[in-house]
């Protein structure tokens, strides 16, 4: 199975949730339409290789070398090259690199955990950056056991945690709601990922009715708090953006009608038509609960 598509049309929120609940497997490679557009952890002139296993993410790279892993370990100063280089000729090649290395007590399990943190935790939240990016899902490409450290996490853990560590907001400022806006929940229940306190906070303010900044201001804290955790609540998929318009502008659509339109059109981007009827399964199951 192949799917791809542009994240014009589908957010990649919404294409990590539909490869987390399909439980799919594959490489997941996302790059920027935007030659200007060069992101700290994706240059312009590369792509962004993102691997699943049942809907998980277990590594995360920007070449197809098979180098990226043991260049980390060499960065971060475990192994000296040279010592790194014996080491690779004693790999099997049949188990995930990380397995191997702490298989033979040359990385402990702490070591481990660092090395998927900046592979994959690091990076992920900048790719919400991306602008007129392409993305493409290739259920056939084989899992890269030699980028792999073993461990494995879900999409949407990943970014929640990402997101909150993130200190440099710049490349995501366009991407936040906007102040004056409402944000309304897509779900029934409370949500079932572990939120922080502010998150808890700004997540009982949400009535549909109030704004972020009225959000703010009921909680005393800066306005840009309250966009990046309704950033990270957009991205899990359990509430959306409504963009308050004078009713006097022709423009003012509903929702549905927004998406019916966006789904007329889908036909001249590029999308698969497999990768469309399979989205919009999604997209129905998302909106019945």
Not at 86 to 112: H, T
Not at 160 to 182: I, N, Q, V
Not at 186 to 198: A, D
Not at 225 to 240: A, N, S, T
Request: aromatic fraction near 8%.
């Amino acid at each position: 199975m192949k799917i791809s598509g542009y994240l014009s049309e589908f957010s990649l929120g919404e294409v990590f949730r539909f490869l987390e609940q399909g439980q799919k497997t594959g490489c997941l490679s996302l790059k920027s339409m935007d030659e200007s557009h060069a992101l700290p952890f994706l240059s312009a002139a590369s792509e962004h290789y993102l691997f699943f296993r049942y809907g998980q993410i277990v590594a995360a790279t920007t070449t197809l070398n098979h180098q990226g892993l043991r260049q980390l370990i060499e960065q971060r100063g475990y192994l000296h090259p040279l010592t790194v280089q014996r080491v690779m000729n004693r790999y099997p090649g049949n188990m995930p690199l990380g397995v191997f290395l702490k298989s033979q007590a040359i990385l402990d399990s702490q070591q481990i955990q660092l090395l998927f943190k900046q592979q994959v935790l690091t990076p992920i939240p900048y790719l919400f950056a991306l602008k007129d990016g392409y993305f493409h899902f290739d259920a056939q490409h084989p899992l890269p056991l030699a980028e792999m450290t073993g461990l494995s996490a879900s999409p949407q853990v990943i970014t929640l945690a990402g997101l909150r560590l993130l200190r440099d907001w710049t490349p995501l400022l366009d991407k936040l709601p906007l102040a004056d806006s409402t944000i309304v929940s897509l779900v029934s229940e409370p949500p079932s990922v572990q939120l922080g306190k502010i998150e808890w906070q700004v997540w009982e303010h949400i009535d549909g009715t109030t704004t972020i900044q009225e959000i703010a201001q009921r909680l005393n804290i800066a306005v840009l708090e309250v966009q990046k955790v309704c950033f990270r609540l957009m991205v899990m998929g359990i509430v959306e953006e409504v963009i308050n318009i004078p009713s006097s502008s022709p423009d003012n659509a509903s929702p549905a009608q927004d998406m019916a339109s966006d789904l007329s059109t889908t036909s001249s981007t590029g999308l698969s038509s497999s990768f469309l009827n399979e989205i919009i399964g999604f997209l129905k199951t998302k909106v019945s609960r």
